[in-house]
Antibody, heavy 119, light 106 residues
């Protein structure tokens, strides 16, 4: 059974950093690209970042709102995708979801982890 | 960047109704379009990819169509479990922008 479990969320002050993890099981992690999507309280979905497979160069892409502050990475040996978030802003407050990318679509999603940026 | 615009933002419907949601891209995106369903407090559920292909396990009352800039999601006979918010998303190229969502309520 495919499972994705996000962790690492919490309350953090503006300007600080946080690293989210997405731990995968039930499939060969290295064969799939991974995506992070967030949802601010009461708002819609916002695509955040994408990382390709190592076979295709592990290309990383970012939304303009996080580029230069967030870094996506992956550890295929541990089946984990990461989202390093630096210089956090109050507007980064959201539930962060990771999703497996299949046919350019998120076919499996985690339950999400809440990040609250507040002083 | 390409913008994705859904209409309507919300709609009221009854069980058994045929429901159509529209998604328009600001530039052509070929058939690179996904649809998702989301219920309160839950992760999005994938419904359709490549504009018209149902994800595994999705009931056949859901269908998608369109290409280029105009796309539709149709629910042929609304069921109680279909009351939710629906999102379109540009796929393949980045940024993989989502539409603002369409809330389907009673």
């Amino acid at each position: 059974e495919v499972q994705l479990v996000e962790s690492g969320g919490g309350l953090v002050q503006p300007g600080r950093s946080l690293r989210l993890s997405c731990t995968a099981s039930g499939f060969t992690f290295g064969d799939y690209a991974m995506t992070w999507v967030r949802q601010a309280p009461g708002k819609g979905l916002e695509w955040v970042s994408f990382i390709g497979t190592k076979a295709y160069g592990g290309t990383a892409e970012y939304a303009a709102s996080v580029k230069g502050r967030f870094t996506i990475s992956r550890d295929d040996s541990k089946s984990i995708a990461y989202l390093q978030m630096n210089s956090l802003k109050t507007e980064d407050t959201a539930v962060y979801y990771c999703a497996r990318d299949w046919n350019h679509s998120g076919d499996y999603w985690g339950q999400g982890t809440l990040v609250t940026v507040s002083s | 960047d390409i913008q994705m615009t859904q209409s309507p933002s919300s709609l009221s419907a009854s069980v058994g109704d045929r429901v159509t949601i529209t998604c328009r891209a600001s530039q052509s995106i070929s058939s690179y379009l996904n649809w998702y369903q989301q219920k309160p407090g839950k992760a999005p559920k994938p419904l359709i990819y490549a504009a018209s292909t149902l994800q595994s396990g999705v009931p056949s009352r859901f269908s998608g169509s369109g290409s280029g800039t105009d796309f539709t999601l149709t629910i042929s006979s609304l069921q109680p479990e279909d009351f939710a918010t629906y999102y379109c998303q540009r796929s393949f190229n980045t940024p993989r922008t989502f539409g603002q969502g369409t809330k389907v309520e009673i």
